[in-house]
């Protein structure tokens, strides 16, 4: 399964989250590092869905460019 996960970069480094698991994110000094710890965070988060009998949430999220 594919989640869209929104990375954006701060004065600090990189923050992600992801839109379809609300509470889901993480920051990084680096993309290489946040994109690790935003995998990470997902594993868990459905990990613990799973434990606790709920259904794992499809992907429902999209993006599009503009253009302008």
Do not use: C, R
Not at 10 to 34: Q, R
Not at 36 to 63: M, R
């Amino acid at each position: 399964m594919k989640y869209m996960v929104e990375v954006v970069e701060t004065n600090t480094g990189y923050s992600a989250h992801v839109p379809d698991l609300p509470g889901v994110f993480t920051v990084g000094d680096s993309l290489e590092e946040v994109e690790t710890f935003i995998q990470e965070a997902i594993q868990l988060h459905l990990q613990g869905l799973e434990e606790d009998g709920i259904s794992v949430p499809n992907p429902k999220t999209n993006v599009i460019w503009v253009e302008i």
